[in-house]
T-cell receptor, first 117, second 111 residues
Framework: ETGVTQTPRHLVMGMTNKKSLKCEQH?????MYWYKQSAKKPLELMFV???????ENNSVPSRFSPECPNSSHLFLHLHTLQPEDSALYLC????????????????FGEGSRLTVL | QKEVEQNSGPLSVPEGAIASLNCTYS??????FFWYRQYSGKSPELIMS????GDKEDGRFTAQLNKASQYVSLLIRDSQPSDSATYLC???????????FGTGTRLKVLA
């Protein structure tokens, strides 16, 4: 496998369900990300992990719980979501912390389309 | 002021023309800039990265960066209908792991 893979690609859940999104990167990157993309809004950064340590939590509600067991895997655990949480959830990875403060190229997975009923 | 600003479009150009997409950013210390293409229902795909002032060319694509003006652009030469998509500008503020995206510009290439 190559690149960044996400599962499931589509998920429908009720507000009382608990589900998880999974992401795996095969690029040897050290940083992994969760972004949310809603209609007519810019990509919203949710969480950033560098070498499995969380470096950003962009004021995300606690009903979203990230987990990064190692630098290749990232999960987003979902519980008691709201209909407004319906969106495309994108995982990405990059080489962070390059020389001179530069950021490496960010690569996205295909996304998990979430619908909350 | 938004951190990364783009005109939402749509920008319509005839097939074979040059499409010019623009982006401005607010963090003067940013050093890393990226252009992504996103087709409807798909995830963003990296087209170009640029780190230094000036032009960077890759095939039909040219990225231009002017840090003094806090401006980055993407030129698409010989535009094709298959280039019709939303183009996202992203900026990585120096020394952070954050990538800040604009809202994107929708490009329509008319056959």
């Amino acid at each position: 496998e190559t690149g960044v893979t996400q599962t499931p690609r589509h998920l429908v859940m009720g507000m009382t369900n608990k589900k998880s999104l999974k992401c795996e990167q095969h690029l040897g990157h050290n940083a992994m990300y969760w972004y949310k993309q809603s209609a007519k809004k810019p990509l919203e950064l949710m969480f950033v992990y560098n070498f499995k340590e969380q470096t950003e939590n962009n004021s995300v509600p606690s009903r979203f719980s990230p987990e990064c067991p190692n630098s290749s895997h990232l999960f987003l655990h979902l519980h008691t979501l709201q209909p407004e949480d319906s969106a495309l959830y994108l995982c990405a990875s990059s080489h962070g912390g390059l020389a001179g403060g530069q950021g490496g190229e960010l690569f996205f997975g295909e996304g998990s389309r979430l619908t909350v009923l | 002021q938004k951190e990364v600003e783009q005109n939402s479009g749509p920008l319509s150009v005839p097939e074979g023309a040059i499409a010019s997409l623009n982006c401005t950013y607010s963090d003067r210390g940013s050093q890393s800039f990226f252009w992504y293409r996103q087709y409807s229902g798909k995830s963003p795909e990296l087209i170009m990265s640029i780190y230094s002032n000036g032009d960077k060319e890759d095939g039909r694509f040219t990225a231009q960066l002017n840090k003094a003006s806090q401006y980055v652009s993407l030129l698409i030469r010989d535009s094709q209908p298959s280039d019709s998509a939303t183009y996202l500008c992203a900026v990585n503020p120096s020394g952070t792991y954050k990538y800040i995206f604009g809202t994107g510009t929708r490009l329509k290439v008319l056959a």
